[in-house]
T-cell receptor, first 111, second 110 residues
Framework: DVKVTQSSRYLVKRTGEKVFLECVQD?????MFWYRQDPGLGLRLIYF???????EKGDIPEGYSVSREKKERFSLILESASTNQTSMYLC??????????FGPGTRLTVL | GESVGLHLPTLSVQEGDNSIINCAYS??????FIWYKQESGKGPQFIID???NMDKRQGQRVTVLLNKTVKHLSLQIAATQPGDSAVYFC?????????WGAGTKLIIKP
């Protein structure tokens, strides 16, 4: 069964802190994605990766960076968290061009 | 820019009735469209997809209709059940990415 896991379901951080969100998939998928989800805005793509050590900017990369050192793991980094980064963060992976499998999400609150 | 929009943010349906969730899209060059279901506290789950060379595709209790002339996509759920309560997202494929709509919340009335 397809499995995408995220390191935390809920996270509370303070403004200025460095935040790491981890995502692991066990399906040997090439592609991995990070989204943020805010009410009324749907899912917005932050970064994605087609292969190990490769990354591409999505629609809203500002304030974020990513790391993909291993095929199964894709990390999202907030270098200096700000209150406007309070959101639900969703990780996904895919083998095919478009069908993506999602993790349960991390609800991040920045105080 | 590209956008995918939904006609209604909330849809209330009587249990047992059919549900129709609508979606408008703007990028006529997309060749792929997909519907996801997101239950409370979970990530989105794939429901059904359709390529642009088709106008209808059926799954188990769900049907997706694609009208390229008016750039409209719909998801039909037959005999709606309480477990169908969720937010439904349409998305269109473009440049190997998905462009997402804002979502429609489906509420089932007993």
């Amino acid at each position: 069964d397809v499995k995408v896991t995220q390191s935390s379901r809920y996270l509370v951080k303070r403004t200025g802190e460095k935040v790491f969100l981890e995502c692991v998939q066990d399906m040997d998928h090439e592609n991995m994605f990070w989204y943020r989800q805010d009410p009324g805005l749907g899912l917005r793509l932050i970064y994605f990766s087609y292969d190990v050590k490769m990354k591409e900017k999505g629609d809203i990369p500002e304030g974020y960076s990513v790391s993909r050192e291993k095929k199964e793991r894709f990390s999202l980094i907030l270098e200096s968290a700000s209150t406007n980064q309070t959101s639900m963060y969703l990780c996904a992976s895919s083998f095919s061009q478009y069908e993506q499998f999602f993790g349960p999400g991390t609800r991040l609150t920045v105080l | 820019g590209e956008s995918v929009g939904l006609h209604l943010p909330t849809l209330s349906v009587q249990e047992g009735d059919n549900s129709i969730i609508n979606c408008a899209y703007s990028n006529s060059a997309s060749d792929y469209f997909i519907w996801y279901k997101q239950e409370s506290g979970k990530g989105p789950q794939f429901i059904i997809d359709i390529r642009s060379n088709m106008d209808k595709r059926q799954g188990q209790r769900v049907t997706v209709l694609l009208n390229k002339t008016v750039k409209h996509l719909s998801l039909q759920i037959a005999a709606t059940q309480p477990g169908d309560s969720a937010v439904y997202f349409c998305a269109q494929g473009s440049n190997y990415q998905l462009i997402w709509g804002a979502g429609t919340k489906l509420i089932i009335k007993p």
